[in-house]
């Protein structure tokens, strides 16, 4: 099972508006990640978490918010968005940070509509 | 500084031939490539990968040869298929760099039937 599952899958908010994305994995990787992605652009890696902990942040405003409740679980809780925020949120994992030859895998995204 | 760049924005062949996507690197430290294929509205899928000690990699329809002297990398799909029509991105990592990935812009794919 190689699955990356992300929810919701289509999120519109208000710049006022507070909400959660939320993504989940069971192949027991250890380092997931967060990537914004805007149209006809590659993906942006945005956080990085290993065993839990926050090892990346590539300078990300603080508007986003990520946790990592468990190995299975990341979540990054969106506050006073602006409408250039809008993209495609994708979750990544991948075995360990930092392993030699260690793909990520992908789950589908959200697709943030700010408003 | 793109340290990634696939040159290409897009490509169409016919179904049955071959598709060559093709993707240049600049950073001598990457040591791991990998692509990665997005239909819309979805997140990308892995492909294939190779590591900087060889120079060619096979799974099914897909090859993937690496040039390190002329820091190039290409994806060759045979034979291409119209479910194979989507967007491919070329991803190269540095494990001194943690294994951050860093893309290509992408090549989008048609094959007609």
């Known amino acids: 099972d190689t699955e990356v599952t992300q929810t919701p899958k289509h999120l519109v908010m208000g710049m006022t508006n507070k909400k959660s994305l939320k993504c989940e994995q069971h192949?027991?990787?250890?380092?997931m990640y967060w990537y914004k992605q805007k149209a006809k652009k590659p993906p942006e890696l945005m956080f990085v978490?290993?065993?839990?902990?926050?090892?990346i942040n590539e300078s990300v405003p603080s508007r986003f918010s990520p946790e990592c409740p468990n190995s299975s679980l990341l979540n990054l809780h969106l506050h006073a968005l602006q409408p250039e925020d809008s993209a495609l949120y994708l979750c990544a994992s991948s075995q360990v940070l930092g392993a030699p030859f260690d793909e990520q895998y992908f789950g589908p995204g959200t697709r943030l509509t700010v408003t | 500084d793109q340290q990634v760049k696939q040159n290409s924005p897009s490509l169409s062949v016919q179904e049955g031939r071959i598709s060559i996507l093709n993707c240049d690197y600049t950073?001598?430290?990457?040591?791991?490539f990998l692509w990665y294929k997005k239909y819309p509205a979805e997140g990308p899928t892995f492909l294939i990968s190779i590591s900087s000690i060889k120079d060619k990699n096979e799974d099914g329809r897909f090859t993937v040869f690496l040039n390190k002297s002329a820091k190039h990398l290409s994806l060759h799909i045979v034979p291409s298929q119209p479910g194979d029509s989507a967007v491919y991105f070329c991803?190269?990592?540095?494990?001194?760099?943690?294994?951050?990935?860093?893309f290509g812009q992408g090549t989008t794919l048609q094959v007609k039937p």
């Open positions: 950073n001598s430290m990457f040591d791991y």
């Open positions: 192949m027991g990787h250890r380092a």
């Open positions: 991803a190269a990592s540095a494990l001194s760099n943690t294994g951050k990935l860093i």
């Open positions: 978490y290993s065993y839990e902990k926050l090892s």
